[in-house]
């Protein structure tokens, strides 16, 4: 028995780009999140959050801080009748060389073995390579890249599809 889920990037994907994002204030939902997420719901798919929050160890704000947005952000999901099956954070640097911080892709296996994920059947959507990166290199292979955070080079790609943001996803995962 295996599931079908959608992971998730968070930062560009879910809320407005910042640059480390720690505040409740501060944190925007791009314009068609919960209905994408209601209409993955409809075609069964559950859905995983994955996020480098390299802040934490950089210093620039705490785990606890970070897991304040976490609840505050689960709540208005819940609000609008979304369950987020999980949220798998990394807060390395660069420096700490860890398996867990995209483009590895720790926290995609880590769930996958959590929770049984059938990776064939799963999508990832991000706003940065290292989103496409990982996502391959965890066995996932339906890939979309937004362009709703940082800026993304789409001519050295490796994304399956391109979209302005996530409010156009029923365009291309159908089933
Ligand atoms: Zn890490």
């Known amino acids: 028995m295996s599931i079908k889920t959608i992971f998730l990037?968070?930062?560009?994907v879910i809320n407005h780009?910042?640059?480390?994002?720690?505040?409740?204030k501060d944190f925007q939902f791009i314009n068609g999140v919960f209905e994408a997420c209601l209409y993955f719901q409809s075609l069964d798919y559950?859905?995983?959050?994955?996020?480098?929050q390299s802040?934490?160890?950089?210093?620039?704000?705490t785990e606890l801080d970070f897991h304040r947005v976490n609840s505050w952000m689960l709540d208005q999901f819940h609000c609008h009748g979304i369950n987020i099956l999980d949220v798998f954070f990394?807060?390395?640097?660069?420096?700490?060389?860890?398996?867990?911080?995209?483009?590895?892709?720790?926290?995609?296996?880590?769930?996958?073995?959590?929770?049984?994920?059938?990776?064939?059947?799963?999508?990832?959507?991000?706003d940065?390579?290292?989103?496409?990166?990982?996502?391959?290199?965890a066995g996932i292979n339906q890939t979309i890249l937004v362009k709703s955070g940082h800026a993304i080079d789409s001519k050295n790609s490796n994304a399956g599809h391109i979209l302005n943001s996530i409010k156009e996803v029923q365009s291309v995962i159908r089933n």
């Open 9 to 12: 990037d968070r930062d560009g």
């Open 128 to 137: 940065k390579e290292a989103d496409i990166k990982a996502a391959n290199a």
């Open 46 to 52: 559950h859905i995983v959050i994955v996020t480098n």
């Open 55 to 61: 802040g934490i160890n950089r210093g620039y704000y």
């Open 90 to 126: 990394c807060p390395h640097d660069p420096d700490d060389d860890c398996d867990c911080r995209k483009p590895k892709p720790g926290m995609l296996l880590k769930a996958k073995q959590k929770h049984g994920i059938d990776m064939n059947r799963s999508w990832i959507i991000g």
């Open 17 to 24: 780009e910042v640059g480390y994002l720690h505040k409740i």
